[in-house]
């Protein structure tokens, strides 16, 4: 079975970060899997006004291209996220991209869907936004699935499929294969007790999706040490934020 991604440039000037894109959608090509190379500066993404309208489930009051990016981002089996590193962190159209998606930090829609982190840089900041990638992949629901990271004296360098092996595997596995890292564990506590305690519409869509049972979005491998301490961490969160009625 072939499976789609989505790869997400965030680079304007379509050079090394899109070059590496380029790379990897050939690589898959290997792996029956079609890339399609999305570039965000293509679209009208307006910065977000912080009203959280959103959040409340009414419309954005903006009127431009972020929403048709995120349903985009839903029709795919997995996602590529990348971005060049400006001032030891992503691209600035990236960032106003993420801020808008802050509905799925409460509602996520990426669930289990494998994203592979992407992001080259002239010297520094590789490891900062690795990590600030997963971390938004993670509050999307996504699930992190190695990263793949270049300097300009390593740009020029082969594509090993070391590096891209787990994504292609979680695209082609069963979702109760995958094995959820502490952190991931660790953040959907947060998304839970945030749902069962502040915002009415988040509950509702939490208990739609079956969620506020589980340890983790839908049955998987979980190590044992970091079930007790997924448990322990959501019973400890849970009785310090206070119920508000919304």
């Known amino acids: 079975m072939n499976k789609k991604v989505i790869a997400i440039n965030s680079s304007r000037r379509k050079q090394n970060t899109y070059g590496l894109l ?22 009208e993404v307006k910065d977000c006004l912080g009203c959280e309208q959103c959040l409340r489930g009414k419309c954005c009051p903006h009127k431009d291209d972020a929403q048709a990016l995120m349903d985009k981002l839903k029709e795919y089996d997995g ?3 990348s971005s ?20 799925w930090f409460h509602r996520p829609e990426l669930v289990g869907k494998p994203v592979l982190l992407v992001a080259t840089t002239a010297a520094s900041g590789l490891k900062e936004t690795i990590k600030y990638l997963e971390k938004t992949a993670i509050q999307w629901g ?16 082969p594509i090993k499929s070391s590096e891209y092996d787990s994504f292609v595997k979680h695209l082609f596995k069963e979702r109760n294969e995958f094995n959820p890292k502490l952190n991931q564990l660790i953040f959907f506590q947060v998304q839970k007790v945030l749902a069962e305690k502040i ?8 208990e739609h999706k079956n969620w506020l049972n589980k340890l ?31």
């Open 22 to 43: 380029q790379k990897l959608k050939e690589a898959m090509k290997e792996n029956n899997i079609e890339v399609d190379i999305v570039n965000l500066f293509d679209y």
């Open 216 to 246: 983790y979005y839908f049955d998987c491998s979980i190590k044992p040490l970091n079930k007790i301490f997924a448990k322990g961490f959501y019973k400890m969160l849970s009785s310090k934020v206070v119920k508000v009625e919304s």
């Open 84 to 103: 060049p590193i400006y001032m030891g962190g992503v691209s600035g159209k990236l960032k106003v991209f993420i801020d808008r998606t802050c509905k």
């Open 142 to 157: 996504g699930f992190p699935a190695g990263s793949i990271g270049r300097t300009v004296n390593s740009l020029n360098s």
């Open 79 to 81: 996602i590529i996220l």
């Open 199 to 206: 915002l009415t519409i988040d509950k509702e869509y939490w």
